[in-house]
């Protein structure tokens, strides 16, 4: 299975996880500081900030870019219960 490195600028830990993954899923593991709330992509809580690697995500759903768009996220930023890894590096920290 494909994998991808997940790093969290936040506490400088860099973990290697199956592509497909979540954010949220990767950031609890390693007690990284991204808080949630849902987890179904409604609140935005666990908005977060992607500062390398963006193309290494799944894109957005119709649901994710209009919670993006609501909340008035800036550029570069997803939200991690929502966005999976694919592959290759993602570099991220609490948005
Ligand atoms: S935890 Fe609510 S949108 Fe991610």
New binding site residues.
Partial sequence: MPRAKVTFEDIGVTVDVPAGTRL?EVSERVGAGIV???????????LTRIIDGYGNLAAPSVLEDQ?LKDNLAPRHHR????AQVLGGEVVVEPG
Wanted: hydrophobic share 25%; charged share 20%; proline share 0%.
């Fill in positions: 949220i949630y709330g849902c987890r179904e992509g409604e609140c935005c809580t666990c919670v939200l991690a219960c929502q």
